[in-house]
């Protein structure tokens, strides 16, 4: 049963689904993955000279392990390159149109974009490795990441806000789908780490009028989570606590933890560096909820996520995973994954118990 809400309702599901506008967003990185690999790497060119498996080809491309996923996910997505028996090779969709000579290719023509800003700038962000606003002297820093040793958006009153607002536009459309996925009868406290604006504890709260939460998040962003807290009618049930999540205890006493669209945007270290820290305090019983995408496991799609991982790649230091990867995460902390329930854009709740 719902609780009666005070406030705003984080509850109200929109009457359509936004999802394909958040895919037409996205498609600009399918493009600029494909003239990167055309007209920048060569991709193509390489392995009509014979399959190579994933540790060959990345060497070959010269890039580190993250981007050689991101870009290569895409491609296997798009049915330009296929696994078979552990190595890379092309389709023959690609055979055809994309090897430089080939009586029907078309590379030339991709190459048209070859000079574009933003294929310029994800070749640049593929051999670099580092995420947008993290180098410039004069850039505001990092999107969306804190971490000691990184210059952050968060940190500052401005950046926070808008990169924390810009978020609410898919927070307010998923909360009420999270909320009914997951069912949180007899959790007490939830804890929501990395939590933005809240506006997904304010929804479990107001579906589940016995629980109390804590979002913890850094200090500029937990401003705006105060405006949303009081907006949503919630603050007497919603505790805002800030903190680094990689430094600082995470506050005790949680049954549930949430990480929504956190671990996303880290590598694999510092993902089970949080996975661990999560299961290391829930009790028995208790439950990790990674709320997020996920590719399939064999890394190859869908083709939405696999740009979407794109932008993760653009945007911070992680990229998407697959539901295997994070059940490995899961598992090595000692937790007991369950199965993925979707919400909504491509999103789903895995929950692991302890
Ligand atoms: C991609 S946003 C996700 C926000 C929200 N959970 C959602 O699903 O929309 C990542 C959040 O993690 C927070 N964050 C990043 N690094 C952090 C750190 N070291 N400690 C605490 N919070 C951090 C950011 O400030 C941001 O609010």
């Known amino acids: 049963m719902n609780s009666e809400v005070n406030g705003q309702s984080a509850l109200r599901r929109p009457a ?15 493009s600029e993955l494909l003239t990167a690999a055309v007209a920048h790497f060569d991709l193509f060119g390489r392995l009509s000279a014979g399959s190579l498996d994933f540790e060959a080809l990345r060497q070959s491309l010269q890039l580190k392990d993250r981007p050689a996923v991101v870009l290569l996910t895409a491609l296997k997505a798009m049915g330009l390159i296929q696994e078979i028996d552990g190595k890379l090779a092309l389709t023959e969709l690609a055979q055809e149109h994309l090897v430089p000579g080939g009586a029907f290719d078309c590379g030339n023509y991709i190459g048209l974009a070859a000079q574009t800003p ?11 490795n580092r995420p947008l606003g993290s180098d410039e002297e004069d850039a505001g820093g990092a999107a969306f990441i804190y971490r000691d040793g990184i210059k952050s958006a ?4 401005d950046s ?7 978020l609410a536009g898919r927070a307010k459309n998923v909360a009420p789908f999270l909320a009914d996925a997951i069912s949180l009868e007899g959790a007490k406290l939830l804890l929501d780490v990395g939590g933005g604006t809240g506006i997904y504890s304010h929804a479990l709260l107001q579906k589940n009028p016995q629980l109390n939460a804590i979002v913890f998040d850094r200090p500029q962003v937990l401003k705006i989570a105060a ?6 009618g919630v603050a007497d049930r919603c505790q805002l ?17 949430l990480l929504s669209n ?24 208790g439950r990790l909820l990674i709320h997020d995408v996920f590719l399939n496991d064999a890394l190859d799609g869908p083709l939405p996520v696999a740009l979407y991982s794109a932008s993760l790649f653009s945007f911070t230091e992680g990229r998407a995973y697959s539901g295997g ?12 994954p369950q199965p993925i329930v979707p919400t909504l854009v491509h999103c789903g709740v895995l929950a692991g118990v302890k």
């Open 227 to 232: 405006e949303m807290t009081a907006q949503y």
């Open 241 to 257: 606590v800030s903190g680094d999540m990689f430094a600082d205890a995470l506050p005790a006493g949680a049954d549930t933890i």
């Open 118 to 128: 933003g294929v310029l700038t994800m070749v640049q962000l593929l051999k670099t």
């Open 325 to 336: 990867e994070y059940r490995e995460m899961l598992t090595a902390a000692g937790l007991t």
């Open 154 to 157: 968060m940190e500052a009153e």
């Open 160 to 166: 926070a806000r808008h990169f924390t607002m810009a």
């Open 16 to 30: 359509t689904d936004p999802t394909p506008i958040f895919e037409h967003f996205r498609g600009m990185h399918g």
């Open 262 to 285: 956190i671990l996303h945007d880290w590598d694999k270290p510092e993902c089970q560096q949080l996975v661990d820290r999560c299961a290391q305090i829930l009790p028995p019983g």
